[in-house]
């Protein structure tokens, strides 16, 4: 049988979420954003707008259940910028919907850290619109 060209098309949806150095527990991922399963991560950005202030360092991990650090790890978060996610083309199960971030943190806990994460996604059984 001959393989059919999809006609289908489907815009990407952006997620976004602030994230607060005090709603954190160091070494604790945290669900931040659901997205549905059979979704693909295809791009994002992790935004520090305030630098992260523990006392030694802040480091980031973003990933889901079943790989903490699936779309990224070991991000300063003590330096303002941006830093892009790292798509995997991993297909969210049933059980891993979750998009999860860590920091973890040494020395004295900081308090005045400001990021934001925007995660770019695609669902499998999604169309817009056809081409054709």
């Not at 001959?2 to 991922?29: C, E, H, M, N, W």
């Not at 997205?35 to 992790?46: A, E, K, R």
């Amino acid at each position: 049988m001959a393989l059919v060209k999809p006609d289908t098309r489907q815009y990407p949806l952006v997620a976004v979420v602030d994230i607060l150095q005090s709603d954190f527990a160091t070494g604790v991922g945290q669900a931040v954003i659901e997205l549905p399963q059979n979704s693909v991560v295809t791009g994002g950005q992790l935004v520090v707008d305030t630098a992260f202030d523990s006392a030694t360092s802040d480091t980031a991990e973003i990933g889901d259940a079943g790989s903490a650090p699936r779309y990224l790890s070991g991000v300063d978060l003590q330096a303002v910028g941006s830093t892009p996610i790292v798509p995997t083309g991993f297909q969210t199960t049933s059980v891993e919907t979750d998009i999860v971030f860590e920091n973890t943190e040494a020395g004295a806990a900081g308090t005045a850290g400001v990021a934001r994460l925007y995660i770019e996604y695609v669902r499998a059984d999604r169309a817009n619109e056809n081409q054709g």
